[in-house]
């Protein structure tokens, strides 16, 4: 589903870059993201000493905090807003292809979870330019630090993102930058980890001392919260960009009551699998994996006839956080969404378009048993009929395994065996829709 931290694109949302970035409300805390410039006088130069200086601190006491040993120093600088627009622009377009960015962009279209207009490229630039207020480099192993944000009240932020260079350090943050694509529920779940134990390690370093967080958020009051386009970013962007951090910090905090740091440590050796298990941490300690699902590739079925132009440009595994997000879009019930969402057991979708621009999607979900997957295939029957308004059921209406619509974007189909689900969202005509469910088996 959405693999919010990176490159690959998940079934409706593609990565967000390699720099590991300090977003919104970390701990109960806000950060502050406005480009104005700072009224003091100090030179570039003075800033920047400041910073290396107050580097060579926080990551002092945040190695004390999270035992983790320093095994070498930090660079540390500043960076304007130029500075760091131009490194989301590098990274974003060095770990995302335009394919990739147009799969994305596309499903989260055909899942009705962005507007018609919807740019994920452009988006997703004016967002992250807006939210950097830090970020660590694990490619330079350098950390940078907004320009714009008094160095004295931004520590939590520095502890944060120093936390990370640690993390480089001992676990070799490099490895996450080449994640197997297709697979991005487990990419986002490794990232729960990377930013929940940051995130709670600045949490820790905060509560060490109080008068932090009243400079923290003294310095948020005056250079002002920026968030107009986290703000105006569709949901599922949104909450999927914010999940490492708040369920990742709720994941880690358990496995820190639990084992201390150590265990903390140790699950970047036994990395969590999927977002199942950051949500439901007995999962992770039952080292409960997630089946592994697989589609054929329907292109052939598609180009039956006279159109010959279908082709697969996305695939990727939802996952339990994908399947609420997609759910509650339209349900906008979050405890149905969520019930319906768990038992979730393995799943696999993919994207398909025209020539014409017109989509296919197909899901194919697994669950852990049998009144689980009733519940989601009810559900999502449910959200089918929100999300087409002109929706026309077809078929048996007493048919208890299988529903069909016919919309203005295609026919629908979804259906249940036991606890296997299937989903076809855009078949172009009748013949096509059973040439495809034959397909998938």
């Known amino acids: 589903m959405l693999q919010a931290v990176r490159r690959h694109p998940s ?19 806000s950060t502050a993201q406005a480009p104005a410039q700072s009224s003091s006088t100090t030179s570039a130069a003075a800033r920047n000493a400041a910073v290396i200086a107050a580097t060579q601190e926080v990551l002092k006491e945040t190695s004390e905090l999270r035992q ?3 095994l070498r120093p930090v660079q540390s600088s500043t960076q304007s807003k130029t500075e760091i627009e131009r490194a989301v622009i590098k990274n974003l377009d060095e770990e995302t292809s335009p394919a990739d960015l147009h799969g994305s962009e596309m499903m989260l ?34 950390f940078h630090l907004a320009d714009w ?39 986002l779940a490794a990232h729960a980890l990377i930013e929940g134990d940051a995130t709670l390690a600045m949490a820790l370093y905060v509560a060490s001392n109080p008068f932090r967080a009243l400079a923290f958020l003294k310095s948020m009051g005056a250079t002002g919260i920026a968030t107009e386009e986290l703000d105006k970013a569709p949901r599922a962007l949104r909450e999927t960009l914010l999940f490492p951090y708040q369920e990742g910090m709720n994941w ?14 140790d699950a970047f050796t036994t990395l969590p699998q999927s977002t199942e298990q950051i949500l439901h941490t007995d999962k992770y300690f039952a080292h409960e994996a997630p089946v592994k699902i697989t589609l054929p590739d329907l292109t052939s079925s598609l180009n ?14 939802n996952g339990e956080w994908g399947a609420y997000l997609i759910l509650d879009q339209f349900l906008k019930a979050p405890a149905e969404s969520r019930r319906a969402a768990a038992g979730w057991g393995g799943d696999r979708c993919a994207l398909y378009e025209n020539g014409k621009g017109a989509l296919v999607y197909v899901s194919v979900s697994t669950w852990d048993t049998p009144n689980d997957a009733r519940e989601f295939f009810t559900a999502y029957v449910k959200r089918t009929q929100l999300r087409y308004p002109d929706a026309a059921s077809v078929g048996a209406p007493t048919d208890d395994s299988s529903k069909h619509f016919r919309t203005s974007e295609g026919l629908v189909s979804i259906a249940i065996n036991g606890l296997r689900v299937v989903i076809l969202e855009g078949a172009p005509d009748d013949a096509i829709l059973r040439s495809l469910l034959k397909a998938l088996g």
Request: proline share 5%.
């Open 11 to 29: 079934c409706f949302l593609s990565g967000l870059l390699s720099v590991l970035v300090f977003i919104a409300p970390l701990a109960s805390i």
């Open 68 to 70: 983790l040993t320093i």
């Open 109 to 142: 279209k055909k899942l009705g979870l962005a507007p018609p207009d919807f740019q994920y490229r452009a988006l997703m630039i004016r967002l992250l330019t807006e939210q950097v207020a830090g970020y660590y480099e694990p490619k330079t192993q350098q």
């Open 149 to 187: 944000i008094d160095v004295d009240g931004q520590k939590p932020i520095m502890a944060h993102e120093l936390t990370h260079a640690l993390q480089d350090q001992h676990f070799n943050l490099r490895r996450f930058e080449d994640w197997p694509k297709g697979d991005s529920d487990a990419e």
């Open 252 to 265: 880690t905090r358990v496995l820190y009551k639990n084992g201390g740091w150590k265990q903390v440590s």
């Open 304 to 317: 039956r006839r006279r159109e010959r132009s279908w082709k697969r440009i996305a695939t990727d595994v």
